[in-house]
T-cell receptor
């Protein structure tokens, strides 16, 4: 158990809908990363937060947004969902933003039908 | 745009054999990480390499880093079935706060 908690584990929804994925980092970790994993795109970096502030953006679509709350948990919001958004979404955390290995949650499997 | 490429993408090998997975990256970075992912599971950290010439070993796996060549290798010695998994390298170039993963190498060790 990495100590990173993601909910829900599975999510099935329809095109055009909006969903929220939740991540609780390990106790003491200030950084949260979001990744999207799909067969054709591999593991894509979406966005990173450090202590409540956005620090880096990757290949995140405008339909997606995220935030990190004062208690350090993070949420990834996906809206106007398309079939191609179906993927495994991972959250990872670390103490700081560099020199650190990441601890990954078990992921949220999103299926858009 | 930072690119992190691994080869091979797929590797099928016999138990007892040795092999090397290569990770090339396109920008300057003094740090490189290796992760393992079992099918249907999350990623788990294997090695953290923090400087040029760094070498780390754990069991049958050994990782090394050459920052001048922008190359890291993951060497497998006398492979066993339990090593079957997908292996990822990752780079976080200084100042970017991005943590970019490679394409992954799917390893299958045949008994």
């Amino acid at each position: 158990d990495s100590g990173v908690t993601q909910t829900p584990k599975h999510l099935i929804t329809a095109t055009g809908q909006r969903v929220t994925l939740r991540c609780s980092p390990r106790s003491g970790d200030l950084s949260v990363y979001w990744y999207q994993q799909s067969l054709d795109q591999g593991l894509q970096f979406l966005i990173q937060y450090y202590n409540g502030e956005e620090r880096a953006k990757g290949n995140i679509l405008e339909r997606f947004s995220a935030q990190q709350f004062p208690d350090l948990h993070s949420e990834l919001n996906l809206s106007s969902l398309e079939l191609g958004d179906s993927a495994l979404y991972f959250c990872a955390s670390s103490v700081d933003t560099s020199f650190e290995k990441l601890f990954f949650g078990s992921g949220t499997q999103l299926s858009v039908l | 745009e930072l690119k992190v490429e691994q080869n091979p993408l797929f590797l099928s090998m016999q138990e007892g054999k040795n092999y090397t997975i290569y990770c090339n990256y396109s920008t300057t970075s003094d740090r490189l990480y290796w992760y393992r992912q079992d099918p249907g599971k999350s990623l788990e950290s294997l090695f953290v390499l923090l400087s040029n010439g760094a070498v780390k070993q754990e069991g049958r796996l050994m990782a090394s880093l050459d920052t001048k060549a922008r190359l890291s290798t993951l060497h497998i010695t006398a492979a066993v079935h339990d090593l079957s998994a997908t292996y990822f390298c990752a780079v976080d170039p200084s100042g970017t706060y991005k943590y970019i993963f490679g394409t992954g190498t799917r390893l299958k060790v045949l008994a």
